[in-house]
């Protein structure tokens, strides 16, 4: 059962979405300050912190494919959109007083610097917020599959997916108002219910595999991440 313990390192994953605020599209630098001092929260009490970031509020690979342009060419430029808001989202975090590295699986060296494991954790062990972009750096895999991968890698305790609503409920809780929250899911209820697509199929069968607990919470709550990284019940977990 998932109890309550303060998590060492923990996986955090932000969609480009939720960093273009109340913009239509792009990267909104005031809800990503907000963001920086959520994080500085969970830094503050002990816990080393690893960002993965989305890229949608740029591009979608795969709503970019069609006849003239190549699902794989539409997944690049979706790791492009990436590299984009580890940028700038690591800028703003600098700037608070959140020391902060961003790294890419993409190589472009002017820009970013290549990840590596070694790097990384050299990072996370100096005390810096590590922001990873570019995905797994290979097409036809989401941000949400390269989050749970990435935090097997660097050995975090738990992957924290940020969501619009406080949880993983029975239906969509914006259209059906009927919708029941689950405070815990097991993964074999997570996979087999179609309803539940808060994260790809492919990322939950991957921490299923390697038995690493999903938590799914709210970002706009003030403190959530803290309490994530704390073990303070929040959201929904999902486990063994």
């Not at 969501?163 to 409920?169: A, I, L, N």
Request: proline residues 2%; glycine residues 8%.
């Amino acid at each position: 059962m998932y109890t309550k313990i303060m998590h060492k390192r923990i996986l955090l994953k932000l969609s480009g979405e939720q960093l273009q605020g109340e913009h239509t599209s792009g990267f909104d630098t005031e809800r990503a300050t907000w963001i920086a001092h959520q994080v500085k929260e969970a830094v503050d009490d002990g816990s080393q912190v690893v960002i993965m970031v989305g890229g949608g509020n740029y591009a979608r690979g795969a709503q970019l494919a069609n006849d003239k342009i190549q699902r794989i060419t539409g997944d690049y430029v979706g790791m492009l959109a990436t590299m984009m808001n580890a940028l700038t989202l690591a800028d703003v975090f600098n700037s608070e007083g959140v020391d902060t590295r961003a790294l890419s699986n993409v190589e472009a060296n002017q820009v970013l610097d290549q990840f590596t494991h070694r790097r990384a954790m050299s990072h996370l062990t100096k005390g810096r917020v590590v922001i990873v972009a570019g995905g797994t750096g290979r097409p036809f895999l989401t941000t949400d599959t390269a989050a749970v991968n990435l935090a097997l890698e660097l050995a975090c305790d738990i992957v924290v997916k940020t969501t619009k609503v406080d949880g993983v409920y029975s239906a969509d809780p914006t259209k059906d108002p009927s919708a029941t929250k689950f405070d815990r899911l097991t993964y074999d209820q997570a996979l087999a219910d179609p309803a539940i697509t808060v994260m790809d199929k492919a990322a939950l069968g991957l921490a299923m595999e390697q038995h690493i607990p999903v938590l799914v919470c709210e970002l706009l709550t003030d403190g959530n991440i803290a309490r994530a990284a704390s073990g303070t019940p929040v959201g929904t977990v999902i486990e063994d």
